[in-house]
């Protein structure tokens, strides 16, 4: 007899304003549905020409946020506006913190939502640079992951070779837009949400 073979797929990205909104809805989720296995699928949203000085993003970072706090409640901390956007050199930039994602996936893939979860909270809600390899280090650590062999791992040409492969996979299954939420049953998708705050 086949075993029915069930998952979420996640679509996510650390720089998301909506992510960020849409952890208690996560939450919430996995403690309801807590044998239901989460993939990540994480397309870039801040690559290529999109990557520039948060300074350059700053009025939009404001509107959006405003935004974001007037439909779900979340609120961006005073360490991000008083610290990253104020001071604007932080170089806002989704691959070295998708690339963190794609090492704890390789060194303890239990991990790897957890881990994931917690950078919009540390972007948004403690103001931490996210490029930073001390600051996802220690998020790693906090999940059980060995912080040396996180740093060496996230240097590696292999992760960021990685992660770019990731980006097209997402891409390749049309996940553009965040937060995206699949529900797949044996290789189907089955229901697909995407816009989740209708934006």
């Known amino acids: 007899m086949k075993l029915t073979q ?3 797929i996640y679509g996510f990205d650390p720089l998301c304003g909506w992510c960020f909104a849409f952890r208690p809805t996560m939450r919430a989720v996995t403690a309801t549905h807590s044998d ?6 994480y397309g870039g949203l801040v690559v290529g020409a999109r990557v520039e000085p948060i300074a350059a993003m700053r009025d939009y970072l404001r509107r959006g946020l405003a935004q974001v706090q007037a439909v779900s409640g979340a609120t961006a901390g005073p360490q991000f506006y008083n610290g990253l956007l104020a001071e604007g050199t932080y170089i806002s930039n989704s691959e070295p913190p998708c690339r963190a994602i794609y ?8 991990r790897a939502y957890a881990f994931a979860d917690t950078l919009p909270y540390t972007f948004y809600g403690q103001g931490q640079p996210l490029d930073n390899a001390d600051v996802l280090a220690a998020l790693a650590t906090a999940q059980g992951i060995d912080a040396a ?7 590696s040409s292999a992760a960021i070779e990685g992660t770019q492969h990731a980006f097209q996979r997402a891409r390749a299954a049309g996940i553009h837009t965040y937060p995206t939420l699949i529900y797949e049953r044996d290789g189907v998708q089955q229901v697909r949400g995407t816009r989740l705050y209708g934006t």
Do not use: D, G, K
């Open 149 to 155: 062999q996180f740093v060496q791992m996230w240097h």
């Open 36 to 41: 239901l296995p989460i993939t990540l699928a």
């Open 103 to 110: 090492v704890v996936e390789h060194l303890a893939p239990n």
């Open 6 to 8: 069930e998952r979420l």
